[in-house]
């Protein structure tokens, strides 16, 4: 990721802090939780947390060719809404910001997330995440995540018309892949644990700089690059 960030960002070999996301603290630390659960209302979603066994979360990443995404991959919602139902599982659609998805109809079991919430601060109390390519799987693995389903309906035509992958897509990701709806029905029938030894691959590639306080790390080295 370091060497990512050099390129990406036209960097030099010493301008990256080894250091982990300050977005991710709300799981490492009470007080930052706290604080940013006054940016809102997390009660009603909280409630739904405490009523249902299992809450999921979908959340699919843009797509460049400006198709619509979640609108195809969930092609028949009533369908999936009685499989929630029967497993007393809620899920959360959270779609890009460009795609402004919006559920019409009622559903007991399917509700968009909040717009007006950051979805961080209960990232690490989510039971499934739903993705694709985007790199939530990755915060949410390292805030203790355990179970991923990687829904890639369209991965041939996300790789010519959308983007390709800084890495393989196959060697850095994990988790129960499917590639059509009703698969993806029945894998959210059985949510599925991963191996503990998989998901400490990942975090070691992805996380290995990640230890300790990082909003510290980051802190101070502001503070030396202005001496």
């Known amino acids: 990721m370091e060497e990512h960030f050099l390129e990406a960002f036209r960097l030099k070999n010493n301008s990256c802090i080894r250091a982990g996301y300050p977005r991710l603290s709300f799981f490492s630390d009470s007080k930052i939780s706290k604080i940013a659960k006054e940016f809102g209302d997390y009660s009603e979603v909280e409630k739904s947390f405490a009523r249902h066994n299992r809450v999921i979360f979908y959340m699919p990443t843009l797509r460049d060719s400006g198709k619509s995404t979640i609108s ?3 092609s028949d919602l009533n ?3 009685e499989i929630l139902k029967n497993e007393n599982s809620l899920l ?3 779609s890009h910001p460009a795609e402004n998805f919006n559920i019409s109809g009622s559903y007991s079991n399917i509700k968009n997330w909040p717009k007006d919430l ?3 601060p209960v990232l ?3 039971d499934c995440l739903i993705t694709d390519y985007s790199s939530i799987l990755y915060d949410y693995l390292c805030v203790g995540g355990k179970s991923v389903i990687l829904y890639t309906y369209d991965y041939n035509e996300y790789v010519t018309e959308s983007r390709d992958f800084a890495y393989s897509f196959e060697k850095y990701t994990i988790g129960k892949r499917v590639d059509n709806f009703a698969d993806l029905c029945e894998k959210i029938k059985q949510v599925e644990i991963l191996e503990e030894n998989q998901i400490n691959d990942i975090l070691e590639t992805f996380w290995g700089f990640a230890k300790g ?3 510290e790390k980051i802190f101070s080295a502001a503070l ?3 001496k």
């Open 79 to 81: 369908i999936l809404n």
């Open 118 to 120: 950051d979805y961080y």
């Open 213 to 215: 306080d990082c909003n």
């Open 92 to 94: 959360y659609i959270k």
């Open 72 to 74: 195809r991959a969930l």
């Open 224 to 226: 030396m690059s202005l």
């Open 124 to 126: 690490h109390l989510v």
